[in-house]
């Protein structure tokens, strides 16, 4: 899913929410592309804190090339949490032949792959781990660890709105969304326009 815009640009004038809002529980990696120009560190930086503040994986950072050398301090700021990888500077006359641009960024795209196919390997690794783990170290008040299996542990990936992206595994590893019910369901479950009606 690409986004020609900001990362904040709303979907229609007659709502007030934005792209990051309607994609978010796909849970899609992200790939932030930055700015490498002069003023791009701190439009960067912004642009990352938002995907990450409403829960977006940042999986890398790729900017373009303006001789400013920004991906320097913006490794400096993420702690190389993130990778930051430089794409050559984009021909200024579109009309030129784009080969020999794509042939000096083969290397940055073949490392772009490996990056993404490895966070992925990682994230599914650490699902599959969980279940153990859950048994290890959480506190289950009542309950006998050795008596609950680990095929029965629920992990949960993460939370948007009302709904809770679970784990599942059927034939391959795939995230369904499931209603956030856990906690009393009159007084969370319902939505605010629905308590009222209640």
């Given at each position: ?18 792209f990051l809002h309607i994609s978010r529980p796909f849970r899609l990696p992200a790939i932030l592309v930055g700015d490498g120009r002069l003023g791009g560190i701190s439009g960067t930086i912004s642009a990352y804190e938002s995907l990450k503040l409403r829960g977006y994986d940042v999986v890398a950072i790729v900017i ?135």
């Amino acid at each position: 899913m690409e986004w020609g815009h900001g990362r904040q640009s709303k979907v229609d004038k007659l709502h007030s929410r934005s792209f990051l809002h309607i994609s978010r529980p796909f849970r899609l990696p992200a790939i932030l592309v930055g700015d490498g120009r002069l003023g791009g560190i701190s439009g960067t930086i912004s642009a990352y804190e938002s995907l990450k503040l409403r829960g977006y994986d940042v999986v890398a950072i790729v900017i373009e090339d303006h001789g400013l050398v920004n991906e320097v301090p913006l490794l400096s700021y993420l702690g190389n949490r993130v990778p930051v990888l430089v794409l050559p500077p984009v021909p200024q006359d579109p009309s030129d032949n784009l080969m020999e641009w794509f042939d000096k960024s083969q290397a940055v795209f073949s490392s772009l792959k490996e990056i993404m196919l490895s966070v992925y390997s990682e994230r599914i690794q650490r699902f599959h781990d969980m279940p153990k783990r859950a048994g290890d170290i959480f506190w289950w008040p009542f309950t006998q660890h050795k008596l609950v299996p680990e095929e029965t542990v629920t992990v949960i990936d993460s939370r948007c709105g009302e709904n809770f992206s679970v784990h599942k595994v059927q034939n391959n590893d795939f995230i369904a969304q499931q209603f956030d019910a856990c906690a009393s369901w009159w007084t969370q479950g319902p939505d605010a326009t629905l308590q009222v009606i209640l």
